[in-house]
């Protein structure tokens, strides 16, 4: 878990976090918003162009009526009559050459007296009457007024792609007063119907361009920040486990120091005395050898304090290692010397060694002696884990940088309950020691710049210890030192 203190110096990054993000959806919201501004000014603008062409289309249409038709009417038959075939045909003559090459859907004129449509594009709405609405009123008055009708589904309109788009615009017919150029009284008003369906559809697509390029970028600046954000929480995270284990390596040289100092003066206190039992109990072992054979108590008295000698001398090793003195040499023969020293323990108990050593096998730079201490602990261990006969498997092998060395057993292995206190000073699984040892070993190879692992092969079927250290470049397999 986090400490208070990684939490509140993790709190400016949070916050920048969600500033970004937040930023990154006030921005992506902002530009829809100026994306249907925009789309609405565009809609504006098409509609007011086609308003200003429906304008010009219906004076032009209204100028070649009045001239093609009424005229003509007035001169001919002195009277204009759209129930005559001839007058209806010239105007419907009229009517289609002007707007032959536009897209027209629809076209009705109305009378001014009975809002009756008195000429259409569909021959069954000529007669009925009160059709125009307020766009025929609009244009009694000499004005032109246009509205766009769009239809579709619910999801096509609401989505602004509707179906189809139409301008309708209602405008007047004038009578034109002769040798000017001004527009005279109404005389009647036409309903011109144009499909403008296309042009609302190049809108749709300009929608849909910037809709894709929008997300597009918005996209990629997702993308970009959640690598960002990822990036900056895995080194946030990294040093915060660095802090940690400078931390508990602070903590740790800070006890080891206390304990150091402690056992310094324990070790000056109680070895001083305990020298003089131990050499005035060898010489009551012989005096009472002499006299009496049978008694082994002075016996007993040398054994337990060469143990108590023994105790101490681990405190001192782990409290206060000493830095190694580094020479090249070969791995393989300290294991050997290790092996040769435990021989008669292992025939013993009956436990068999295997060794896979790959060759040849590089030098490494190392102390000898607190190498041979530390596997020799680690050999220690595996025979007091197995309780019947056994094998222990020795492999060393060689990698661009280091030398690895796995040592297995087939002992009871490593619960889980216990794998996080290994290396805790003075944690022990056994009914004796002082539980040292493995503390012995890290401080070892900590201090030849190694690594330690010890983990179980499977639940209760044995440990493996995995030792790095870092190859000698200088050496060769050739230049052995006395190891």
Request: with cysteine; charged share 25%.
């Amino acid at each position: 878990m986090k400490t208070d203190r990684e939490t509140e110096k993790a709190k400016p990054f949070r916050l920048v976090k969600y500033f970004t993000f937040s930023s990154l959806i006030v921005i992506f919201l902002g530009t829809l918003v100026l994306w249907g501004v925009n789309i609405h000014w565009a809609r504006s603008i098409l509609f007011q162009k086609n308003e200003n062409y429906m304008r010009v289309l219906t004076e032009n249409l209204s100028h070649q009526v009045f001239l093609q038709v009424i005229v003509r009417a007035a001169r001919t038959d002195r009277v204009v009559s759209l129930r005559n075939p001839k007058h209806f045909q010239w105007l419907d003559n009229v009517v289609r050459n002007t707007l032959h090459s536009f897209p027209v859907e629809r076209v009705n004129m109305y009378d001014i007296h009975e809002n009756l449509i008195t000429y259409s594009f569909q021959p069954k709405l000529i007669g009925r009457r009160d059709m125009g609405g307020s766009g025929y009123l609009t244009a009694l008055k000499g004005e032109t007024a246009s509205k766009l009708i769009q239809r579709g589904s619910f999801w096509r309109m609401f989505s602004g792609f509707p179906r189809d788009s139409l301008m309708v615009t209602y405008a007047p017919i004038r009578a034109e007063e002769r040798g000017v150029e001004k527009l005279g009284t109404v005389v009647g008003v036409m309903e011109i119907e144009i499909n403008v369906t296309d042009d609302y559809y190049t809108i749709f697509r300009s929608q849909i361009l910037i809709v894709v390029t929008i997300t597009l970028v918005m996209g990629i600046l997702s993308l970009i920040l959640i690598f960002v954000v990822k990036r900056g929480e895995g080194i946030i995270e990294k040093r915060a486990l660095e802090r940690s284990r400078l931390k508990e390596e602070l903590s740790r040289a800070k006890h080891l120091s206390s304990l150091g100092e402690l056992t310094a003066a324990i070790s000056h206190e109680i070895r001083n005395p305990l020298g003089i039992i131990r050499s005035s109990a060898e010489l009551l072992q012989k005096k009472v050898g002499r006299l009496d054979p049978h008694n082994t108590i002075p016996q007993v008295i040398v054994e337990e304090a060469n143990r108590l000698n023994n105790i101490i001398s681990d405190f001192l090793n782990y409290a206060r290692p000493r830095e190694p003195q580094r020479n090249p040499c070969q791995l393989e023969d300290i294991i050997d010397k290790n092996l040769q020293f435990l021989a008669s323990q292992l025939e013993s108990g009956q436990h068999r060694i295997h060794k896979y050593y790959s060759t040849p096998l590089p030098e490494i730079l190392g102390d000898s002696d607190m190498l041979y201490q530390a596997f020799l602990n680690i050999f220690l261990n595996a025979m007091q884990a197995m309780q019947e006969p056994g094998d222990i498997q020795i492999e060393i092998f060689a990698g661009k940088r280091s030398l690895t060395i796995v040592i297995e057993d087939e002992g009871v292995g490593i619960a889980d309950d216990v794998a996080d206190k290994i290396w805790d000073p003075f944690f022990t699984t056994k009914g004796t020691g002082t539980g040292l040892g493995l503390g012995i070993v890290k401080s070892i190879i900590d201090a030849h710049n190694g690594q330690i692992r010890l983990e179980s092969k499977r639940p209760l079927q044995g440990a493996r210890v995995t030792v790095e250290l870092p190859i000698q470049r200088r050496g060769t397999h050739g230049n052995h030192s006395n190891c």
